[in-house]
């Protein structure tokens, strides 16, 4: 199967936008998300404990195994798409329009192609902003 036709769900990207101009063109800061732009995409669940507490998970702590263990995803992109790790992500459905994840989730690792590797796809590793 081709790299595209694993790209089953479409996403929004947001981004920042600061220096942005008013219709008068003036300068303005816009610190609210912009949607940039909906790529389609392949979104994959997965639960990894990656806080770092650095400390002993259980009844007699203050860390309880809930807020250990959060939750982040993997989302593929064509190699074109422009993604960055200030970036967000929200609405992401499926080919026939249904919403599975309305986000919004903060992207905290984009992995790109190497320069002059062969390679087909831009991987952002995303958890849920709470």
């Given at each position: ?102 986000g ?11 320069a ?15």
């Amino acid at each position: 199967m081709a790299f595209a036709g694993m790209l089953i769900h479409e996403c929004t990207i947001e981004r920042r936008t600061d220096g942005a101009t008013d219709d008068y063109g003036q300068p303005f800061s816009n610190l609210d998300w912009n949607d940039l732009s909906t790529p389609k995409c392949r979104y994959s669940p997965k639960v990894s404990n990656i806080r770092g507490l650095g400390g002993i998970i259980g009844e007699g702590n203050r860390v309880a195994f809930r807020d250990a263990v959060k939750q982040i995803s993997i989302i593929l992109f064509p190699n074109t798409t422009d993604i960055g790790e200030q970036d967000r992500i929200k609405n992401i459905k499926t080919r026939d329009g249904t919403v599975i994840v309305p986000g919004p989730l903060n992207v905290i690792l984009v992995r790109t192609p190497v320069a002059g590797a062969m390679s087909h796809h831009v991987t952002a590793v995303v958890e849920e902003v709470v």
